[in-house]
């Protein structure tokens, strides 16, 4: 903080992107070297466009993973031991539809809303960046 008063710039190289977010104004995502996206963490998680939901539910299957997967707002999903973690476009809009699919299969324990953290920015942009170039990357 006094370093920042003085306006001093620090760089800090790392790859714990937890760390990265709570020290710095500013983040930048390398990938091999080349930068990939720059900004604050906020500006970075936006950049993704989706809200995380977390369901923690009391039995699972592969149907109720399959029908909410094919929910228009749902971009990926996830069965981690009773949670489902679910990455969509406007969650919150939808958390009322989202748990009604669900219950259909199993209650519902807990909800849980939350932005995506920056580990989560890095994977999508280091995903879609290797979409994007193939194989031989």
């Known amino acids: 903080e006094e370093l920042k008063k003085t306006g001093t710039t ?3 190289a790392t790859h714990n992107l ?3 977010e ?3 104004d500013r983040v930048a995502i390398l990938d091999r070297g080349r930068l990939i996206q720059v900004g604050s963490s906020e500006e970075l998680k936006r950049t993704l466009g989706v809200d995380v939901a977390i369901l923690t ?10 029908e909410v997967d094919a929910l228009h707002f749902v971009t990926s999903v996830v069965m981690d031991e009773m949670r ?4 969509g476009h406007g969650l919150n809009t939808h958390l009322l539809e989202l748990t009604d699919v669900c219950r259909k ?5 807990e909800v849980h809303l939350r932005q995506p953290s920056l580990n989560e920015v890095f994977i999508n942009l280091i ?3 290797k979409g994007g ?4 990357g």
């Open 10 to 12: 620090t760089l800090l």
């Open 18 to 20: 937890w760390e990265a």
């Open 22 to 24: 709570m020290v710095c």
């Open 57 to 66: 539910l009391e039995t699972h299957s592969k149907e109720l993973l399959k």
């Open 84 to 87: 489902l973690v679910i990455h």
């Open 105 to 109: 299969y199993c209650a519902v324990k």
């Open 127 to 129: 995903h879609s960046r």
């Open 133 to 136: 170039e193939g194989n031989g």
